[in-house]
Every structure is written in structure tokens, then in C-alpha cells.
């Protein structure tokens, strides 16, 4: 099932949630299997791509923000990551252009990538990965600790969530 449908709606209602009382003022969903009416402040893009992979919803994304200073990239199946974690990720990514949450020693999301970075992102999308080909073995990306806001789980299958409390 498209990851904006999971538990009624109720992920995406948090990832947007996150962004916007996180610090983001500018907030995209990129949608593709599924088109919904997305919460406030968020504004939809459809990536008409999207069967290619997640290149091509991110690459949807990245250009629906291409005045920003910085982009956040949050996924909608980290459903514990809430707006402690956004601030968190961007206080560090504004200082260096790079950064990335880390869960007890896990990488995960978010990321902030600065504006200056955008380009070769973009020029390193191929197929069903997102950015991963492009932060690896980077040494500019700042790794931040982020276990003791949430565990970051990206979850597959709803019902096979984070545990509770």
C-alpha cells in the first residue's frame, strides 16, 4: 500500500506535523501510487514518474523546492520522528550544509540537504534509492544522535511500528 494511506492517513498527517512545527516553512508531500488531500501547511507534488522509483519522487520533490535554502528530507514511514528531531537535524545541517539523523548509532532520516548540495543530489538519483548513493562515504555529513527523541524505525508494514510510550 502507498505509505500516505498507512494507518488512515494518520503517518502522513505526522511527517507533515514534524516539518511544519519543526521549522520547515515550506512543506512538500510528493505523491505518486496514492494522490490525497494532504494536511495543512503541506502542498502536494505529484511525481507522474513515480513507478521509477523513489529517484523520481525525490527528484519531484527537490524541484518543487528549488528556492529553499535547505530541504528536509523526511519519510512518511518513520512515524515516531516528530518536530524535536526536525529542529534537532536542522540547528545542525544550517551550520554544515550535510546532515543526517542517527539512531543509537543507526542511520536514518531525516536529512538536510543545504541548496548548495541540490545538484549533485539530483545528478545521483537512479532508480529505487533516494539519496543514499550520494551521502555515502561523504565526509562532510554531520551524523546526528537522535535515539533519545525516537528510534527512527522505518516501517514497512503498518501494524509493525515502533513500540508504544
Not at 537512479?126 to 525516537?150: H, I, S, Y
Request: charged share 20%; aromatic share 4%; with cysteine.
Amino acid at each position: 500500500m502507498p505509505k500516505v494511506l498507512a494507518a488512515q492517513g494518520e503517518w502522513l498527517r505526522l511527517a507533515v506535523a514534524a516539518l511544519a512545527d519543526g521549522g520547515c516553512d515550506d512543506v512538500v508531500v510528493v505523491l505518486g501510487a496514492a494522490v490525497v488531500d494532504v494536511p495543512a501547511p503541506a502542498r502536494a507534488v505529484f511525481a507522474p514518474d513515480w513507478a521509477h522509483g523513489m529517484s523520481a519522487s525525490l527528484r519531484a520533490g527537490l524541484e518543487a523546492a528549488q528556492s529553499a535554502s535547505y530541504v528536509v528530507l523526511r519519510l512518511v514511514d518513520t512515524p515516531d520522528v516528530g518536530a524535536d528531531v526536525v529542529r534537532r537535524l536542522l540547528a545542525a545541517g544550517t551550520e554544515t550544509g550535510l546532515a543526517r539523523a542517527v539512531y543509537q548509532g543507526r542511520l536514518g532520516h531525516p536529512v538536510v540537504i543545504s541548496a548548495g548540495h541540490i545538484a549533485a543530489l539530483r545528478d545521483s538519483l537512479r532508480g529505487d534509492q533516494g539519496a543514499r548513493a550520494f551521502l555515502a562515504g561523504r565526509e562532510d555529513v554531520v551524523a546526528v544522535e537522535c535515539g533519545d527523541l525516537a528510534t527512527g524505525m522505518d516501517i514497512d508494514e503498518p501494524g509493525n511500528g515502533p513500540p508504544a510510550g
